[in-house]
T-cell receptor, first 114, second 114 residues
């Protein structure tokens, strides 16, 4: 069965610093991978997705993610964070068992220090 | 604007009462999903529907029921059998069969049962 692990429950970075959020997945074939962001009390917004092709994926709000098959990882990065990036971030993998379901990681809460 | 509407944003009920959460979408998507979100546990799938008049249980369906009489609507009923119903509930939709697993999320309903 597919699974997603986000090892960091909570990360704090200073405004202007670089960011990397980790995501490891378990899936036998080429996965469909997603990063979503959630502001407090809100729904989820898609940041970026990977299906195939270039392993470095660009998303909205200056985020990017790199798919590394050898490490079963899909880490999210941003070169310089802004206070508005404070939110919860979810990695997800598409589950191809007869239905287009997503399996989500537990999320990483990002706090930005001024 | 196309999107997903969930109402109400906050819902309060007494223990032992059934309650129905609304989810409406005007994206013309065939597939719809209900998730439950608890702190530190990510999103867990309750029910999903790939087409009108058909739905399947997700990972935590016990104590919940759904219907899918119209393409636009996928209401979730939290029954009195659900042991711990207080949570944040998210509805989502997607276009099945296209190979694109992206799901679009509503703003969520926070249910509090006392």
């Amino acid at each position: 069965a597919q699974s997603v692990t986000q090892p960091d429950i909570h990360i704090t970075v200073s405004e202007g610093a670089s960011l990397e959020l980790r995501c490891n997945y378990s899936y036998g074939a080429t996965p469909y991978l997603f990063w979503y962001v959630q502001s407090p009390g809100q729904g989820l917004q898609l940041l970026l997705k990977y299906f195939s092709g270039d392993t470095l994926v660009q998303g909205i709000k200056g985020f990017e993610a790199e798919f590394k098959r050898s490490q079963s990882s899909f880490n999210l990065r941003k070169p310089s964070v802004h206070w508005s990036d404070a939110a919860e971030y979810f990695c997800a993998v598409g589950a191809i068992q007869g239905a287009q379901k997503l399996v989500f990681g537990q999320g990483t809460r990002l706090t930005i220090n001024p | 604007d196309g999107g997903i509407t969930q109402s109400p944003k906050y819902l309060f009920r007494k223990e032992g009462q059934n309650v129905t959460l609304s989810c409406e979408q005007n994206l013309n998507h065939d597939a719809m999903y209900w998730y439950r979100q608890d702190p530190g546990q990510g999103l867990r799938l309750i029910y999903y529907s790939q087409i009108v008049n058909d739905f399947q249980k997700g990972d935590i369906a016990e104590g919940y029921s759904v219907s899918r009489e119209k393409k636009e609507s996928f209401p979730l009923t939290v029954t009195s059998a659900q042991k711990n119903p207080t949570a944040f509930y998210l509805c989502a939709s997607s276009v099945p069969g296209t190979g694109d697993y992206e799901q679009y999320f509503g703003p969520g309903t926070r249910l509090t049962v006392t």
